[in-house]
DNA sequence: TAACCGTGGCC
DNA sequence: TGGCCAAGGTT
């Protein structure tokens, strides 16, 4: 970097290189005005930040916030994670996705109270070398909960370095290693602590950690400002720094694809009990194993049936187009709905069941009641809670 | 390196 | 309805 420290926009133009210490006050003082409040902002407990940012792998705030909160509510030290099973933790994960996430996360905090006597390890270098702790994961814990130097590169990192430095964006080793090394040019120096970095107290960012400030800053920027297709470079703090003014080109994806699929919802009275049969999920499948779902219906036993519900749930790349079919019908009465037993729809439960395929197995009757505490698949889930089988809550059953 | 893993919401 | 995602890691 250009020795140049006096403040003057000159030397930081946009073809010139990039200055840290005009980009970092201005990235900061955007920070202190615009950061959003969010639960994990409100800890300096490297365990709660731990579980942050395996959630935010590949998943939006808004869908975290929620599974965050109730999450650390049920699993509130690593102590008690590491001593649940693994299916109350998938329960707790259920209909946020990436499940391997959670027994990654579950498997590692085993791990480090076994191994480490219930210490997370403070430096990037050896959060790496926990499951589910990639370089990101590393750099983000080690950052913001330790306060060490070390940039942090997710996808909104990569698209405002690229579009600072108009470096294009070819997919390559050699692209990559440029966007870190920018990234880390640009993060503050600051002693390593060995502690957790303690905040000021105040809860709202910045914390007064600055790696871990500015860290934040930078993927709230691209978050919230520098967004991959429309940018809002009006309200860019570092918009007279950029090379590109966001005119970026942005990467293709795979398309999607669009496929049938039906379940069967066969629910039946016990006593005052009501039951849904569930199947489990093999446990060597390579989705989702051992989780519970609806029983699967080949389509051409569905032919000319009316479903119970309708609905598109994405998986990866797919799009599945579900109908949800149902030998009995749920009659709304009232505040809530009920199920009615005697009164068989379009079809008999027994008739249904009989075109199952002939692989299902591992079926379960089970209580309604049990619902929120069995990994359901997403899918299930939200089946379950569009036809008020299950509450939509995400409360898990005391103990 | 590239494919794969899940999801809810927005337009 | 269909397209496009969003704070990655593993194999």
Not at 218 to 242: D, K, N, Q, W, Y
Not at 353 to 378: C, D
């Amino acid at each position: 970097m250009k020795g140049s420290t006096t403040g003057g926009d000159a030397a930081d133009g946009p073809r010139g290189e990039l200055n840290p210490i005009t980009f970092r006050r201005r990235l900061m003082r955007w920070y202190r005005d615009n950061a959003r409040a969010l639960p994990w902002r409100d800890t300096s407990d490297p365990y709660g930040i731990w579980v942050s940012e395996i959630m935010l792998q590949q998943t939006r705030v808004a869908a975290v916030i929620e599974y965050y909160t109730e999450f650390m509510r049920r699993f509130p030290t690593l102590v008690s994670l590491a001593l649940a099973p693994e299916a109350d933790v998938l329960a707790a994960w259920s209909g946020l996705g990436y499940y391997r996430r959670a027994r990654m996360l579950h498997k590692a905090a085993q791990f480090i109270m076994t191994e480490r006597r219930g210490q997370l390890p403070s430096s990037s270098l050896e959060l790496r070398t926990l499951p589910g702790i990639g370089e990101y994961t590393a750099a983000a814990i080690a950052s913001i909960a330790f306060g060490e130097s070390v940039a942090v590169v997710d996808g909104n990192v990569e698209r405002v370095i690229l579009r600072l430095t108009g470096r294009a964006n070819d997919a390559t080793a050699a692209a990559r290693r440029f966007v870190r090394e920018q990234a880390q040019a640009l993060v503050p120096h600051a002693p390593v602590t060995l502690k957790p970095y303690s905040q000021s107290g105040e809860g709202s960012p910045p914390s007064g950690n600055p790696a871990g400030d500015h860290n934040q800053a930078m993927m709230e920027l691209g978050a919230t400002v520098c967004l991959p297709h429309a940018p809002r470079c009006s309200e860019c703090p570092v918009h007279s720094l950029c090379c590109t003014r966001g005119e970026h080109p942005t990467p293709t994806r795979t398309p999607q694809r669009s496929q049938p699929a039906a379940c069967l919802l066969d629910l039946r009275k016990r006593g005052p009990a009501t039951e849904v049969l569930l199947e489990c999920r093999p446990g060597d499948a390579a989705v989702m194993p051992a989780m519970y779902e609806l029983p699967k219906l080949p389509q051409e036993a569905v032919e000319g049936l009316e479903p119970a519900l309708r609905l598109r749930h994405a998986i990866t790349n797919t799009n599945y187009y579900v109908q949800v079919y149902s030998p009995r019908r749920l009659v709304r009465s009232g505040s809530g709905s009920h199920l009615s037993v005697d009164k068989p729809s379009t079809v008999s439960a027994h008739a249904l069941r009989s075109v199952l395929p002939t692989e299902t197995q591992n079926l379960h009757w089970t209580r309604t009641t049990r619902l929120a505490s069995l990994p359901l698949t997403g899918l299930t889930r939200k089946i379950l809670q569009r036809l008020k089988v299950m509450k939509n809550t995400r409360i898990t059953l005391a103990e």
